[in-house]
């Protein structure tokens, strides 16, 4: 009985000296995703290390894991797991513990999916980021894209990898936004998201296996139209080379930009409304003008109450109402922003804009909060805040690529903790009167409202044949492409999008520099 309880007590003291090690130490766990961009990761895992130690940082700990490797990966959150345990235990949560990302801008946000997964709390953690992917906006935006440059090589050479962990350990932390991206499919009239793929990874039509209900973190942006397009395309060509890659993105973008048919996002895009599909609509969207009129038989708006500021729309009230805006183009891309990020480089229109508006000057007598130009402040990524414009047609997206006309900016407006986007029921929509403009540049319009006709001078008869052709065709063609994060996403039959807020993270950023 004495040994035995000697043996608990020696078992108990080592657990006990292995949590003082665990709690007393600075953790560095690098996750590495070995096929970012040069191949700077697989470097680091082909040394067959677990745990690192520097000379010159005795207290710090680095811990290498492979992303791609379901039980290194495990096995690294089960270490994350029982530092922070350790930590809470003794009291040792003012040693930081990093978690860092060897790899591109959906590296982290696949990372901290997984971590939401395992109920390991983010707050607890400081981020990092070692930029080893093709576009690295969110390096950029956090102001270390620099520190790959030296490593771009050979990560394992001249002390940079030292110098890459000595600089994260040491830099300024950032509150960072991260959302919550839900895409959403009618799945019964066989829609679906299907992620696109490289033609080498087994995929014969360059997309991957479809799902109903996509869910994602979003920290940069969201694009829906011409940006998904291009990158869409771009996904078939990628290969190991960041030069190439980004050859190929810039191929892709001229042949989109001068020779392709870029469709309106309004052909698809029905409204934009508060999160949770409750409250205010915010912004409606009209088909395409130049193409189609539709006369609604049973709009699907008229199933939601007007939206007012008090969103009960209690008569008695004495609070202002308002009427959602309608957007006064058919543009080719929606825009929904976290960082100044767009088409592949740090690019902040949102600040830089001195005009413009996505609405008609009539579309409201008042205009909704967050589509108010009054209630707008400077763009940023820790606000729990998102910014939503457009560009209007392919003149404004070429003018704005080549720096040539960026101080206009058709905005929708800035949203509090996030937002929805409504695409068009397409089998109520099928059941709508298309009415085909060819023969008239403005026919004459009989009537008003929701029951107004446009008259073409064709026969009745011709029109309804048109129609029904129409109607068909759409049904079709409900295809849009989306972009979250670099990651790009051919949606049939979408429903909506939603991208709220999920949680801040704190995120290391460059080293202050002295005297400030």
Same mark, same amino acid.
């Given at each position: 009985?004495?040994?035995?309880?000697?043996?608990?007590?020696?078992?108990?003291?080592?657990?006990?000296?292995?949590?003082?090690?665990?709690?007393?130490?600075?953790?560095?766990?690098?996750?590495?995703?070995?096929?970012?961009?040069?191949?700077?990761?697989?470097?680091?895992?082909?040394?067959?290390?677990?745990?690192?130690?520097?000379?010159?940082?005795?207290?710090?700990?680095?811990?290498?894991?492979?992303?791609?490797?379901?039980?290194?990966?495990?096995?690294?959150?089960?270490?994350?797991?029982?530092?922070?345990?350790?930590?809470?235990?003794?009291?040792?949560?003012?040693?930081?513990?990093?978690?860092?990302?060897?790899?591109?801008?959906?590296?982290?946000?696949?990372?901290?999916?997984?971590?939401?997964?395992?109920? &390991?709390?983010?707050?607890?953690?400081?981020?990092?980021?070692?930029?080893?992917?093709?576009?690295?906006?969110?390096?950029?935006?956090?102001?270390?894209?620099?520190?790959?440059?030296?490593?771009?090589?050979?990560?394992?050479?001249?002390?940079?990898?030292?110098?890459?962990?000595?600089?994260?350990?040491?830099?300024?932390?950032?509150?960072?936004?991260?959302?919550?991206?839900?895409?959403?499919?009618?799945?019964?009239?066989?829609?679906?998201?299907?992620?696109?793929?490289?033609?080498?990874?087994?995929?014969?039509?360059?997309?991957?296996?479809?799902?109903?209900?996509?869910?994602?973190?979003?920290?940069?942006?969201?694009?829906?139209?011409?940006?998904?397009?291009?990158?869409?395309?771009?996904?078939?060509?990628?290969?190991?080379?960041?030069?190439?890659?980004?050859?190929?993105?810039?191929?892709?973008?001229?042949?989109?930009?001068?020779?392709?048919?870029?469709?309106?996002?309004?052909?698809?895009?029905?409204?934009?409304?508060?999160?949770?599909?409750?409250?205010? &609509?915010?912004?409606?969207?009209?088909?395409?003008?130049?193409?189609?009129?539709?006369?609604?038989?049973?709009?699907?708006?008229?199933?939601?109450?007007?939206?007012?500021?008090?969103?009960?729309?209690?008569?008695?009230?004495?609070?202002?109402?308002?009427?959602?805006?309608?957007?006064?183009?058919?543009?080719?891309?929606?825009?929904?922003?976290?960082?100044?990020?767009?088409?592949?480089?740090?690019?902040?229109?949102?600040?830089?804009?001195?005009?413009?508006?996505?609405?008609?000057?009539?579309?409201?007598?008042?205009?909704?909060?967050?589509?108010?130009?009054?209630?707008?402040?400077?763009?940023?990524?820790?606000?729990?805040?998102?910014?939503?414009?457009?560009?209007?047609?392919?003149?404004?997206?070429?003018?704005?690529?080549?720096?040539?006309?960026?101080?206009?900016?058709?905005?929708?407006?800035?949203?509090?903790?996030?937002?929805?986007?409504?695409?068009?029921?397409?089998?109520?929509?099928?059941?709508?009167?298309?009415? &085909?403009?060819?023969?008239?540049?403005?026919?004459?319009?009989?009537?008003?409202?929701?029951?107004?006709?446009?008259?073409?001078?064709?026969?009745?008869?011709?029109?309804?044949?048109?129609?029904?052709?129409?109607?068909?065709?759409?049904?079709?063609?409900?295809?849009?492409?989306?972009?979250?994060?670099?990651?790009?996403?051919?949606?049939?039959?979408?429903?909506?999008?939603?991208?709220?807020?999920?949680?801040?993270?704190?995120?290391?950023?460059?080293?202050?520099?002295?005297?400030?």
């Amino acid at each position: 009985m004495i040994e035995r309880d000697r043996i608990e007590s020696s078992s108990q003291t080592l657990d006990h000296y292995e949590r003082v090690d665990l709690a007393s130490l600075t953790h560095f766990f690098l996750f590495i995703n070995p096929k970012s961009g040069n191949n700077q990761g697989k470097q680091i895992l082909q040394l067959g290390l677990d745990v690192i130690q520097f000379k010159s940082h005795q207290h710090v700990k680095v811990h290498v894991h492979n992303l791609f490797d379901d039980s290194d990966r495990d096995s690294g959150f089960d270490s994350i797991k029982s530092v922070l345990e350790s930590k809470r235990k003794l009291g040792k949560m003012e040693q930081k513990t990093h978690l860092c990302v060897a790899g591109g801008d959906g590296t982290l946000t696949f990372i901290l999916s997984h971590l939401e997964s395992l109920s &390991i709390p983010t707050s607890e953690l400081f981020f990092s980021l070692l930029p080893f992917g093709t576009g690295n906006d969110l390096a950029r935006f956090l102001g270390t894209w620099h520190l790959d440059k030296q490593a771009t090589r050979d990560v394992m050479r001249g002390g940079h990898l030292l110098s890459l962990v000595t600089q994260q350990l040491h830099g300024h932390p950032q509150v960072l936004d991260v959302w919550d991206v839900t895409i959403v499919t009618d799945e019964a009239a066989g829609g679906g998201v299907r992620k696109f793929v490289s033609r080498g990874n087994g995929s014969e039509d360059g997309l991957g296996p479809p799902v109903e209900t996509l869910r994602q973190k979003m920290i940069n942006n969201l694009a829906v139209g011409a940006q998904a397009y291009v990158g869409g395309d771009f996904e078939g060509h990628r290969t190991k080379s960041r030069v190439l890659n980004i050859a190929w993105y810039v191929a892709e973008t001229i042949k989109w930009g001068l020779f392709r048919k870029l469709p309106p996002v309004s052909l698809s895009l029905e409204r934009i409304e508060n999160v949770g599909g409750e409250g205010p &609509i915010w912004a409606t969207v009209e088909c395409e003008k130049s193409t189609c009129v539709l006369r609604r038989r049973q709009s699907s708006l008229s199933h939601r109450a007007e939206p007012s500021l008090n969103s009960k729309n209690d008569p008695t009230s004495s609070a202002p109402t308002f009427q959602p805006r309608t957007l006064a183009y058919q543009p080719i891309e929606l825009d929904v922003q976290n960082i100044p990020s767009l088409w592949g480089r740090l690019l902040n229109l949102w600040d830089n804009a001195e005009a413009g508006s996505a609405f008609a000057t009539n579309s409201s007598t008042m205009a909704p909060p967050p589509t108010d130009p009054q209630n707008w402040v400077k763009q940023s990524a820790s606000d729990r805040k998102l910014e939503v414009f457009v560009i209007e047609h392919r003149r404004s997206y070429m003018l704005k690529e080549l720096a040539l006309d960026r101080k206009n900016l058709a905005r929708i407006g800035q949203f509090n903790d996030g937002v929805r986007i409504v695409f068009r029921d397409e089998e109520k929509e099928g059941e709508d009167e298309v009415v &085909i403009r060819e023969e008239e540049e403005n026919p004459p319009v009989h009537g008003e409202g929701e029951g107004a006709v446009v008259r073409t001078g064709r026969s009745e008869s011709n029109t309804r044949r048109r129609s029904e052709r129409s109607a068909r065709s759409s049904k079709k063609e409900v295809v849009v492409r989306v972009m979250v994060d670099g990651e790009f996403y051919e949606v049939k039959r979408p429903r909506w999008i939603e991208i709220k807020m999920w949680e801040q993270i704190t995120i290391m950023g460059p080293p202050q520099e002295k005297g400030h």
